[in-house]
């Protein structure tokens, strides 16, 4: 954590000095009025030129360490497949959903992210939509199980997260799908 | 102005710009022209080669501009000596002979200052008419800035409508596992990175201003909407609730942006200060609303909804209220944009497996389908509405491409060695 303070301490100033420099070298034109033609002056000719952009990169962002006990077993089961246009969670999935849940529940300080993800077609932003229904999904079942709600968050990828990067129904299929990750993950 | 022009002129526009982020660099290729495109002759300005950057002269930059608009098309001009400039002698009838309905006459003079002097004139050759012309005083560096207000000066005069030559797009690039947001000049050129990331960006939208860009990050591995100050390369937390936080959209006045939030369980549209204050809910429904956008006057918010079993678009208050259903046609209308002047929307719908851009007529309520391709994504309005700027798939990567709102002209813009989406076509800078 503190790492990453350090690190976006470190992108904030670079960004800063970007933008001083590029403060000097966009010096706007004035615009003056020769004999042949039309007075503008006041009026800059400046508009979009480089050197105007200042870069923010978190690129390098680091993480703090994982539970390895969530990396063995069942809980080292981690996604969930759905049918098109399908969010609620299948037979087959359910002991993994139980195993997450009995975890959280003999750990009520650790948390857990679910990611929901949609196969490529259509809207970014109604594919987000549609994620999130997928890890809302999953996040009530493990509250009926017994987890707590500060324990688990449901978030949305949308499409922006394919495991397959295939643009068939095989990979649409694996790209279908809610990730869970635990605090350290993250 | 009538010399009848192909109207499926393919003309190839080769990249111009040799900025720092070169890799990244867009260019454009025009695919459809319209059917009357004014002939105008634009002569090298004298002592231009003076401001040439890495050999984009100022007039070849003002006629790419020009072109690419598909309204107007440069002749070829003979090489002249002496070089005319704008205060030579017009013989009107000799450049009615070469075909140019209008013309344009330049020079560059450097200044003791080491800045440049660049002047010009506009002369309409049918009505052997003066069409008056501008000076500029400028750095070297601002070339290609003042070319585009050249040629935005030319575009209007001649079209009677406001150019986009000066406006600024921003977009996604995706190059293996990183993501790169940037921003180029409208002709592609020029691009430079706004924000770099190993995680998703998208949404990319402009306050009003021009000065800040909206987006949905994903580099704390959820969507989280930021607002960036472009000069200062500062990013700033809009929304980071429990949840999905995503969409967002400002107001005409630039003092909120509508979001749309999973929050409270499913996802809502809210409005938010762009500091992260005054969260308001707008929506409750059951379903997924997202993609909000208003109306140029404010007033009202368009947005997709799926609360009547399929994604359709929806409009309802600003300020909430009940919504109203505006797609009927198919069982998928999404993402959608609202022209300028407030009459039509652009959106994306799927017909046949099919994603293509459409437009829908607001008063008339005529639907137009504007594109024959089948992965398109994010329409984005030019500011003065004539073109509409999209991303779509072709040839496997994906490359940002625009259609006039009329449906004639069409062209593509793609980037070497990555994926281009997510366009976002900004404001008049003044």
């Known amino acids: 954590m503190n790492n990453r303070r350090m690190n976006m301490m470190r992108a904030i100033w670079m960004a800063a000095l970007l933008a001083g420099l590029a403060a000097c070298s966009s010096n706007p034109a004035d615009e003056q009025s020769p004999a042949a033609v039309e007075d503008r002056t006041g009026k800059a000719a400046s508009g979009p030129s480089t050197g105007q952009v200042a870069k923010v990169d978190v690129t390098n962002q680091a993480l703090a360490g994982v539970d390895p006990a969530v990396k063995t077993g069942a809980l080292a089961q981690r996604s969930i497949f759905y049918d098109l246009d399908q969010y609620d969670i299948k037979d087959q999935y359910k002991p993994l959903v139980e195993a997450h849940a009995k975890y959280l529940r003999e750990h009520p300080g650790r948390k857990m992210l679910i990611q929901g993800n949609t196969d490529e077609r259509g809207s970014r932003e109604y594919n987000i939509g549609l994620g999130q229904r997928r890890s809302d999904g999953v996040k009530k079942m493990l509250i009926l199980l017994g987890a707590k709600e500060d324990q688990v968050e449901s978030v949305s990828l949308g499409e922006e997260k394919p495991r397959s990067e295939g643009h068939d129904e095989s990979a649409w299929a694996q790209n279908r799908r809610s990730d869970i990750l635990y605090q350290g993950e993250y | ?430």
């Open chain 2, 1 to 430: 102005m009538n010399i009848i022009a192909p109207m499926r002129n393919l003309l190839a526009v080769l990249l111009l710009c040799f900025a720092a982020a070169a890799n990244a660099q867009l260019s454009i290729e025009i695919t459809g022209a319209g059917a009357q495109r004014i002939p105008i002759a634009i002569v090298p300005f004298a002592g231009e080669g003076a401001l040439a950057q890495g050999g984009a002269s100022i007039s070849a930059i003002v006629r790419a501009d020009l072109e690419r608009s598909g309204l107007l098309r440069g002749i070829e001009v003979p090489p002249l000596a002496p070089p005319p400039t704008e205060t030579s002698p017009v013989n009107f009838a000799e450049w009615r002979a070469r075909q140019a309905d209008a013309l344009v006459l330049g020079s560059v003079a450097a200044r003791p200052d080491g800045r440049f002097e660049v002047r010009f004139k506009l002369f309409d050759t049918v009505k052997s008419a003066d069409l008056s012309g501008v000076a500029y005083t400028l750095s070297g560096a601002q070339a290609r800035a003042t070319a585009h207000r050249i040629a935005d000066f030319v575009y209007e005069k001649l079209t009677g409508e406001k150019g986009v030559f000066s406006t600024r797009i921003a977009y996604v690039v995706k190059r293996g596992n990183r993501f790169e947001l940037q921003i180029a000049d409208a002709d592609g050129a020029g691009a430079e990175t706004a924000l770099a990331s190993f995680e998703p960006i998208v949404s990319p939208a402009w306050s009003p201003d021009g000065r800040r860009l909206a987006y949905v990050s994903f580099q704390q591995k959820k969507p989280i909407v930021y607002v960036q100050d472009i000069a200062a390369g500062k990013q700033s937390v809009v929304a980071n609730f429990k949840g999905s936080n995503s969409a967002p959209a400002w107001s005409p006045d630039g003092t909120k942006l509508a979001v749309s939030l999973s929050r409270e369980g499913g996802s809502q549209i809210y409005l938010i200060n762009p500091d992260g204050s005054n969260v308001r809910r707008l929506t409750q429904s059951g379903g997924i609303d997202t993609e909000p956008v208003f109306s140029p006057d404010g007033q009202t918010l368009y947005f997709t909804s799926d609360r009547g079993g399929s994604p359709q678009i929806y409009r309802m208050p600003a300020s909430g209220g009940e919504a109203q259903r505006m797609t009927f046609e198919g069982s998928y209308n999404v993402t959608p944009r609202v022209s300028p002047d407030g009459r039509m929307l652009a959106y994306i719908r799927r017909n046949n497996g099919k994603f293509q851009v459409a437009t829908l007529d607001l008063a008339s309520r005529q639907i137009q389908v504007l594109t024959d391709s089948d992965k398109d994504e994010s329409p984005s309005f030019a500011p003065n509405g004539r073109m509409i700027l999209l991303a779509t798939i072709s040839g496997g990567r994906g490359v940002l491409s625009a259609v006039s709102a009329d449906g004639r002209i069409k062209q593509r813009l793609s980037v070497a060695a990555g994926d281009v989406r997510e366009p976002a076509w900004g404001p008049y800078t003044r």
